[in-house]
């Protein structure tokens, strides 16, 4: 973990993408390490469609003083999660702060209203430049591609908590989140898991922006 991070109290955590990408699982399992180390912790969810492809985020809070509400205020954040970059763009811009960091997938989801012709998707390099003018600090990580190579994408959300613990943003040693992980997600699956956490930490040298 990066000893020299300060990390704020309350620290509020967005986590956002749509459907399908693993997004609420993410955000409980940094609840669940929080509550590990006597934080007070909540958290609440918002979808703007129920089915796989609509929009989900995630309001994570957690403080060693006090509980807050679950919903983090407007321009608030102090760290945003992304795990579609569009959405993540559409968070920062309520959410974000000048002293915002960003971790964010770099994998394209493009909304059916593109598929069929009806919009349009910015260029992956526009959206890339925006996230970084509008952060302090991100991390650009291919965490799709990492997941394939692990052999299941929907480890991808795993890959950014691994990026989120390496860069020190929340107070958790990696051995501490692998615990964590080993104590939530099924056996069959802990061996993926792990190696898409371990691979989210080496990220933190190699992607960021």
Same mark, same amino acid.
């Given at each position: ?6 990390? %704020? ?7 956002? !993408?749509? !459907? ?11 609840? /669940? ?6 934080? =007070?912790? &909540? ?5 703007? %469609?129920?089915? /796989? !492809?609509?929009?989900?985020?995630? =309001? #994570?809070?957690?403080?060693?003083? =006090? ?8 321009? @608030? ?15 920062? @811009? ?6 915002? &960091? ?10 059916? &209203? ?13 959206? /890339? ?5 509008? &952060? ?22 795993? #890959? ?24 939530? #997600?099924?056996? /069959? ?6 190696? %898409?956490?371990?691979? !989210? ?9």
């Amino acid at each position: 973990m990066n000893e020299t991070t300060a990390i %704020a109290d309350p620290c509020n955590i967005v986590v956002s !993408g749509v !459907g399908g990408q693993g997004n609420v699982l993410a955000s409980r399992l940094i609840g /669940r390490a929080m509550v590990k180390f006597d934080y =007070h912790v &909540s958290i609440g969810e918002t979808y703007g %469609a129920s089915q /796989r !492809g609509g929009t989900v985020m995630s =309001h #994570v809070r957690f403080s060693s003083k =006090h509980a807050y509400g679950p919903l983090i205020p407007l321009g @608030r954040a102090n760290t945003v999660i992304g795990l579609e970059p569009m959405e993540t763009l559409r968070i920062l @811009r309520d959410y974000g702060n000048p002293d915002v &960091s960003v971790i964010v997938n770099t994998r394209p989801i493009t909304p059916v &209203s593109v598929n069929l012709g009806e919009g349009d998707y910015p260029e992956p390099d526009d959206l /890339r430049d925006a996230i970084r003018q509008l &952060s302090k600090k991100a991390w650009l990580i291919p965490a799709t591609e990492i997941a394939l190579e692990i052999g299941t994408p929907v480890v991808a959300n795993v #890959v950014l908590l691994g990026t989120l613990v390496g860069a020190g943003l929340i107070p958790i040693t990696p051995d501490g989140f692998e615990q964590v992980l080993r104590n939530n #997600v099924p056996e /069959r699956r802990l061996e993926r898991n792990l190696v %898409a956490f371990s691979r !989210g930490l080496e990220a933190v040298q190699t992607h960021a922006a």
